[in-house]
């Protein structure tokens, strides 16, 4: 609670405040209010707390109504603020720190992703497509593949990459927000964060991180589903191999991806009830599949209908993105995964093999909000997982609500062995959405533990059933 209360301060304007103040919570009733005086005794059943410690306080001789407007926010965020106080525990993925492993492999990956860093953009092809190359690469060497597999899928992935090219200017600690969501200053970006890394934080990627994404008001955070959930991609795989170039393109790209979507987080007055709730994800996806009220609103599919729909419907949105309540965070963690899943490899229209491609970020978001849960503040695991809800509603709508089959009931008779050796090696191995989703769904069976091997077999079918991409609207043509 106290973590959740500093980050509260650190967000607000403490001029008004004065030296050794304390607040002190009532341990009955939950209320909050101020120490009247400084050194008397601490009334009974208060427990008093100097937040003067956790920051530098201006010293002034302010009255005491000064501290209303503040008494009135914390107690606001005491008694309304559910989710804060909500967080999911799991265990950590094994960190793979290729910055410093002696072995060839990991130092191959360290090599390809700097080469990548050096000569690629983060964002190419008229300011469109991202660069997939390090959560490919990732992808790979976390699936076992060697050094020659590994610099197949560099020269491949290369080949439609393109150079950097110079931002209009340079970006400094001063004016860094003035530029969210200009693409142009992607170059700009990655060289303000890593001067930052160099010159403040002695070479230490994470802290930067805490710097930028984690504290100050709007932190960058609550909008990495921008872009198509790209950011929050980045982001997973430069802490899951601790790679500091990972960890500035993320960062840049979290700052070029900057819209809108922000708002949903940063502002609690989007959090409101719904004319209905439950506690299941899927039960909400069915519900919007059904609501004629999304009949008619695009004539095709495709991520363009995205910010048309957020225009336009934007009520429509909310309502079925506040019904899912969360009550039990792990385990309703655990029910959005298996959605993750379902919306992958039981969306695909019999016959046709052909999986929808925005539908597979869904499922590379959602493995993205796994692996950061356990690294980040507790403060933003709700908020988190609540940023992919709302993109999962969003594409899932966008793509025209297709029909959720029935689960793949076959018995896999294949190992994750043979998911792998497809992924590293076999015909499909170079597409980094391919590869992506097989790491996924290996990564939440290894979670949850996969007693009836549902995530084997829904994994094995894809490996196998996979022909290509479908879902981009009237020009049908691969991202």
């Known amino acids: 609670m106290l973590e959740n209360l500093r980050s509260l301060l650190e967000d607000m304007d403490m001029d008004d405040v004065q030296e050794s103040s304390k607040l002190c919570l009532n341990s009955n009733s939950g ?207 430069a802490y899951e191999i601790s790679s500091k170039e990972i960890g500035m393109e993320a960062l840049a790209m979290s700052c070029t991806a900057y819209n809108y979507l922000h708002k949903y987080i940063d502002e609690s007055s989007y959090t409101k009830p719904s004319s209905y709730s439950t506690t299941s994800p899927l039960e909400i996806l069915y519900k919007i599949a059904e609501d004629k009220r999304f009949d008619g609103l695009f004539q095709d599919r495709g991520d363009k209908n995205i910010e048309d729909l957020f225009y336009n419907h934007e009520n429509l949105v909310l309502e079925h993105w506040n019904a899912w309540k969360i009550v039990d965070p792990n385990k309703q963690f655990q029910d959005s995964q298996e959605a993750a899943v379902a919306l992958l490899t039981r969306t695909v229209k019999p016959g046709t093999h052909a999986y929808d491609f925005f539908m597979v970020h869904i499922l590379t978001t959602s493995h993205a909000v796994r692996i950061l849960l356990p690294l980040i503040p507790k403060r933003f695991h709700i908020s988190l997982v609540r940023q992919w809800w709302l993109l999962t509603i969003a594409v899932y709508i966008a793509q025209l609500r297709p029909n959720i089959n029935d689960d793949i009931e076959t018995k896999p008779d294949k190992q994750w062995n043979y998911v792998e050796k497809m992924a590293v090696s076999g015909p499909w191995a170079t597409d980094a959405h391919y590869v992506k989703a097989l790491r996924a769904m290996k990564e939440a069976a290894f979670t949850w533990g996969d007693v009836h091997e549902r995530y084997l077999a829904a994994a094995v079918h894809f490996a196998d059933d996979f022909k290509g991409w479908t879902g981009f609207g009237f020009d049908e043509e691969n991202i």
């Open 31 to 237: 209320s909050v209010k101020p120490k009247s005086e400084p050194g008397s005794g601490t009334p009974p059943g208060l427990q008093c707390h100097d937040f003067t410690k956790f920051q530098p306080i201006a010293i002034m001789s302010a009255p005491m109504i000064a501290w209303v407007p503040l008494v009135n926010r914390i107690h606001k965020f005491l008694t309304s603020s559910d989710y804060a106080a909500q967080s999911i525990d799991l265990p950590s993925v094994e960190i793979h720190d290729v910055e410093t492993a002696p072995e060839k492999r990991p130092r191959t990956l360290k090599h390809l992703l700097r080469a990548n860093h050096v000569n690629h953009a983060i964002i190419y092809h008229n300011l469109q497509y991202h660069n997939h190359m390090p959560h490919l690469l990732g992808s790979a060497y976390l699936l076992g593949a060697d050094v020659t597999q590994m610099q197949k899928i560099y020269d491949e992935e290369s080949k439609e990459l393109e150079a950097w090219e110079d931002s209009p200017a340079e970006i400094s600690d001063a004016d860094w927000r003035d530029f969210l969501g200009d693409k142009k200053y992607q170059r700009a970006y990655v060289d303000f964060f890593e001067d930052e890394l160099a010159l403040k934080f002695n070479y230490d990627w994470t802290r930067v991180a805490d710097e930028y994404l984690f504290s100050g008001k709007n932190p960058l955070i609550n909008g990495v589903i921008a872009g198509l959930g790209h950011p929050l991609i980045h982001l997973g795989y």
